[in-house]
């Protein structure tokens, strides 16, 4: 059952991956505001999803519609989504200011209200008084925090996050994933997050989406299905 219209954020229709000898199907469409979860086997193309969703990874078939627009074809700073990779979310480069800023403008020409919205930003995600520092005088979580201020400034209705946090330890992981569920609350937007663990599908997840055997699923309520997981998640759950 695909629901369109102003409630659906993201609609993937019919869409086919081909990568060599890899295939990727998914048709589904994920609700605004929600706060989905991939989950699945190494290699099954969670990250090839959300590839193909940013505009990075080519369609064979079918098409993406983000809040009724076709962006099969955009380009993927024109799909009005923001992004949060695992690694290079940072310019070494830049202070955690001006990393802030580019969510704003790419040129960095930023006005004093635009200013003020960084300070701001990293101010929600506890990093007032670090917006000097460069990427290297910040801890591996501080990182993740200026990323997270980043989206925040965009106010995208998508944020798209393939494991980013992957790297820090459980504590840390869970302040950034409770972090990821207020920027989007504040901001509205829904989250496609690919994860690993199932312990952040139930902090942090609405529904998941499950990758595996050359499909991506339709989003389904993660605690049912984390409570009674059909089969094949169930041998990927362990």
Do not use: W
Not at 38 to 50: E, M
Not at 189 to 194: E, F, K, R, S
Not at 219 to 232: E, R, S
């Amino acid at each position: 059952c695909v629901m369109l219209g102003g409630d659906v954020v993201l609609y993937l229709n019919d869409v086919l991956i081909e990568l060599g000898d890899f295939s990727l199907r998914a048709d589904l469409s994920v609700p605004a505001g929600r706060k989905v979860a991939i989950i699945g086997p190494s290699g099954a193309g969670k990250s090839t999803l959300v590839g193909a969703v940013a505009g990075f990874v080519p369609l064979a078939r079918g098409s993406v519609t983000m809040q009724g627009r076709d962006i099969t074809h955009a380009a993927p700073d024109q799909r009005g989504m923001a992004m949060l990779f695992q690694d290079g979310n940072l310019f070494p480069h830049l202070t955690a200011a001006q990393n802030v800023g580019l969510g704003l403008r790419p040129a960095l020409r930023l006005t004093a209200q635009e200013q003020g919205q960084v300070r701001d930003a990293l101010a929600r995600v506890g990093l007032a008084g670090f917006e000097d520092r460069t990427p290297a005088n910040l801890s591996g979580g501080q990182q993740s925090r200026a990323a997270l201020a980043r989206m925040l400034v965009q106010g995208k209705p998508l944020m798209l996050l393939d494991e980013p946090f992957a790297a820090l330890g459980p504590a840390l992981r869970d302040d950034m994933l409770d972090l990821v569920s207020t920027v989007a609350a504040d901001t509205g937007a829904a989250v496609l997050m690919v994860t690993h663990a199932p312990q952040d599908v139930r902090r942090f997840a609405d529904d998941v989406i499950f990758v595996e055997g050359g499909e991506a699923h339709a989003p389904q309520a993660a605690g049912a299905l984390m409570d009674n997981p059909p089969p094949a998640l169930k041998n990927y759950l362990g």
